[in-house]
């Protein structure tokens, strides 16, 4: 099992930028896929981004391409979210998930998951 804690979150205008930080601890925290999830209220949790534990396979959803960008410090057991060109249709409670198996674009298939950071973006 691996512990997550996500950092970062708050309040921005649209137009604005936030990084998002996800610290890992617990077996195998260096070596795992990480991923970014949203939640929006009354909606289900969506995929935003996903990077492997070299870092050279990365995906993200189209409505966040070129927009943010996902990476990770293998050496801080860290991986980042940098969210640029905010809009008011990205404020959700932002997840950091690790150790996928099968499809990572499905939550479903995610082992790990953090507490949850809000991010909002008015308007």
């Known amino acids: 099992q691996v512990q997550l804690v996500e950092s970062g979150g708050g309040l921005v205008q649209a137009g604005g930028s936030l990084r998002l930080s996800c610290a890992a601890s617990?077996?195998?925290?260096?070596?795992?896929?990480m991923g970014w999830f949203r939640q929006a209220p009354g909606e289900e949790r969506e995929f935003v981004a996903s990077?492997?534990?070299?870092?050279?396979?990365?995906f993200y959803a189209d409505s966040v391409k070129g927009r943010f960008t996902i990476s990770r410090d293998n050496a801080k057991n860290t991986v980042y979210l940098q969210m640029n060109s905010l809009k008011p249709e990205d404020t959700a409670v932002y997840y950091c998930?690790?150790?996928?198996?099968?499809?990572?674009?499905?939550?479903?298939?995610?082992?790990?998951w953090g507490q949850g950071t809000q991010v909002t973006v008015s308007s």
């Open positions: 617990g077996r195998t925290s260096d070596s795992v896929p």
């Open positions: 998930a690790a150790d996928p198996e099968g499809n990572w674009r499905r939550s479903q298939d995610w082992g790990s």
């Open positions: 990077i492997s534990w070299s870092g050279a396979v990365i």
